[in-house]
């Protein structure tokens, strides 16, 4: 069993930054796949980045070159850097660790609002 928490989350203007963390616990670290997800209202879930235990990194179009993933090992953590936050970042921010593609766990996800 895995644990996951995120964290980092609340409100930010425009052009703003934010980072959110993932603590996963209760499995090698290292052997996880880790991924940021988000769901707007009314929209269905996405992936946003994910870092995979060799430390490949993908984003989504929107966010690339905005937002940047990395892991601390040592930490247990996986970040999510958010720069340049636009209204449509606005979501909850879910993390996904996965020890295989069928057996993956989930946080109860951190609000980011992007707002004037």
């Known amino acids: 069993q895995v644990q996951v928490v995120e964290s980092g989350g609340g409100l930010v203007q425009p052009g703003g930054s934010l980072r959110l963390s993932c603590v996963a616990s209760g499995s090698d670290f290292t052997m996880l796949d880790m991924a940021w997800y988000r769901q707007a209202p009314g929209k269905q879930r996405e992936r946003v980045a994910s870092i995979g235990t060799s430390g490949y990194k993908t984003y989504i179009a929107p966010v690339k070159d905005r937002f940047t993933i990395s892991r601390d090992n040592a930490k247990n953590t996986v970040y999510l850097q958010m720069n340049s936050l636009k209204f449509e970042d606005t979501a909850v921010y879910y993390c996904?660790?996965?020890?295989?593609?069928?057996?993956?766990?989930w946080g109860q996800g951190t609000q980011v609002t992007v707002s004037s």
């Open positions: 996904k660790a996965a020890i295989t593609p069928t057996n993956v766990y």
